[in-house]
Nanobody, 123 residues
Framework: QVQLVESGGGSVQAGGSLRLSCAAS????????MAWFRQAPGKEREFVAA????????YYTDSVKGRFTISRDNAKNTVYLQMNSLKPEDTAVYYC????????????????WGQGTQVTVSS
Protein backbone atom coordinates (compact mmCIF):
# COMPACT_ATOMS: atom_id res chain seq x y z
CA GLN A 1 0.00 0.00 0.00
CA VAL A 2 2.84 2.38 0.86
CA GLN A 3 5.72 3.18 -1.49
CA LEU A 4 8.85 4.70 0.05
CA VAL A 5 11.67 6.51 -1.75
CA GLU A 6 14.81 7.69 0.05
CA SER A 7 17.00 10.54 -1.12
CA GLY A 8 19.75 12.80 0.15
CA GLY A 9 22.58 10.32 0.42
CA GLY A 10 26.08 11.10 -0.73
CA SER A 11 29.71 11.43 0.31
CA VAL A 12 30.81 13.73 3.13
CA GLN A 13 33.88 14.24 5.26
CA ALA A 14 33.98 13.22 8.91
CA GLY A 15 32.33 15.87 11.05
CA GLY A 16 30.04 16.95 8.26
CA SER A 17 26.26 16.84 8.00
CA LEU A 18 23.72 15.28 5.71
CA ARG A 19 19.92 15.18 5.65
CA LEU A 20 18.09 12.15 4.32
CA SER A 21 14.49 12.29 3.15
CA CYS A 22 11.94 9.53 2.68
CA ALA A 23 8.91 10.36 0.57
CA ALA A 24 5.83 8.16 0.95
CA SER A 25 3.03 7.69 -1.53
CA UNK A 26 -0.63 8.09 -0.68
CA UNK A 27 -2.52 10.29 1.74
CA UNK A 28 -2.46 8.02 4.82
CA UNK A 29 1.16 8.67 5.78
CA UNK A 30 0.14 10.00 9.19
CA UNK A 31 -1.18 6.56 10.21
CA UNK A 32 2.24 4.88 9.84
CA UNK A 33 5.08 4.64 12.28
CA MET A 34 8.36 5.33 10.49
CA ALA A 35 11.96 4.31 11.02
CA TRP A 36 15.46 4.48 9.58
CA PHE A 37 17.78 1.48 9.37
CA ARG A 38 21.27 1.16 7.92
CA GLN A 39 23.36 -1.66 6.53
CA ALA A 40 27.09 -1.75 5.87
CA PRO A 41 28.66 -4.32 3.53
CA GLY A 42 28.83 -7.73 5.17
CA LYS A 43 26.79 -6.56 8.15
CA GLU A 44 23.21 -7.08 9.22
CA ARG A 45 20.70 -4.29 8.86
CA GLU A 46 20.72 -2.18 12.03
CA PHE A 47 18.14 0.06 13.65
CA VAL A 48 18.95 3.77 13.63
CA ALA A 49 15.85 5.74 14.65
CA ALA A 50 12.06 5.50 14.80
CA UNK A 51 9.19 7.94 15.15
CA UNK A 52 5.54 7.38 16.01
CA UNK A 53 2.60 8.45 13.86
CA UNK A 54 2.27 11.85 15.49
CA UNK A 55 5.96 12.34 16.20
CA UNK A 56 5.40 12.19 19.94
CA UNK A 57 7.54 9.12 20.52
CA UNK A 58 11.09 8.90 19.17
CA TYR A 59 13.85 6.34 19.70
CA TYR A 60 17.50 6.27 18.61
CA THR A 61 20.20 3.67 18.74
CA ASP A 62 22.89 4.63 21.24
CA SER A 63 25.58 5.25 18.63
CA VAL A 64 23.68 8.13 17.01
CA LYS A 65 22.12 9.83 20.04
CA GLY A 66 22.97 13.50 20.11
CA ARG A 67 24.07 13.46 16.47
CA PHE A 68 21.05 12.31 14.46
CA THR A 69 17.50 13.67 14.53
CA ILE A 70 14.46 11.95 13.06
CA SER A 71 11.41 14.04 12.22
CA ARG A 72 8.32 13.87 10.06
CA ASP A 73 6.08 16.21 8.14
CA ASN A 74 2.77 14.43 7.73
CA ALA A 75 1.40 17.17 5.48
CA LYS A 76 4.22 16.40 3.02
CA ASN A 77 4.21 12.61 3.54
CA THR A 78 7.91 12.77 4.37
CA VAL A 79 10.21 11.56 7.13
CA TYR A 80 13.70 13.02 7.61
CA LEU A 81 16.95 11.99 9.19
CA GLN A 82 19.26 14.88 9.98
CA MET A 83 22.77 13.53 10.51
CA ASN A 84 25.38 15.75 12.14
CA SER A 85 28.95 15.09 13.29
CA LEU A 86 29.18 12.18 10.90
CA LYS A 87 31.78 9.49 11.49
CA PRO A 88 33.33 6.96 9.10
CA GLU A 89 31.48 4.21 10.95
CA ASP A 90 28.20 5.81 9.84
CA THR A 91 28.99 4.70 6.29
CA ALA A 92 26.18 2.43 5.11
CA VAL A 93 23.12 2.17 2.95
CA TYR A 94 20.28 3.87 4.80
CA TYR A 95 16.75 2.51 4.48
CA CYS A 96 13.40 4.04 5.30
CA UNK A 97 10.71 1.75 6.73
CA UNK A 98 7.02 2.04 7.61
CA UNK A 99 4.42 0.06 9.52
CA UNK A 100 0.76 0.73 10.23
CA UNK A 101 0.61 -1.22 13.48
CA UNK A 102 3.47 -0.20 15.72
CA UNK A 103 6.82 1.49 16.18
CA UNK A 104 9.68 -0.91 16.85
CA UNK A 105 13.46 -1.28 16.71
CA UNK A 106 13.69 -4.47 14.65
CA UNK A 107 13.46 -5.05 10.91
CA UNK A 108 10.60 -7.53 11.33
CA UNK A 109 8.49 -4.78 12.83
CA UNK A 110 8.12 -2.96 9.51
CA UNK A 111 6.04 -3.90 6.50
CA UNK A 112 7.28 -1.44 3.87
CA TRP A 113 10.82 -0.53 2.86
CA GLY A 114 12.48 1.92 0.54
CA GLN A 115 15.28 1.06 -1.87
CA GLY A 116 18.00 2.63 0.26
CA THR A 117 20.38 5.54 -0.20
CA GLN A 118 24.16 5.35 0.17
CA VAL A 119 25.93 7.44 2.79
CA THR A 120 29.72 7.48 2.72
CA VAL A 121 31.77 9.31 5.36
CA SER A 122 35.48 9.75 4.71
CA SER A 123 38.14 10.53 7.29
Amino acid sequence: QVQLVESGGGSVQAGGSLRLSCAASGRTFSTYAMAWFRQAPGKEREFVAAISTSGGNIYYTDSVKGRFTISRDNAKNTVYLQMNSLKPEDTAVYYCAADAMRMSKVTTGYTYWGQGTQVTVSS
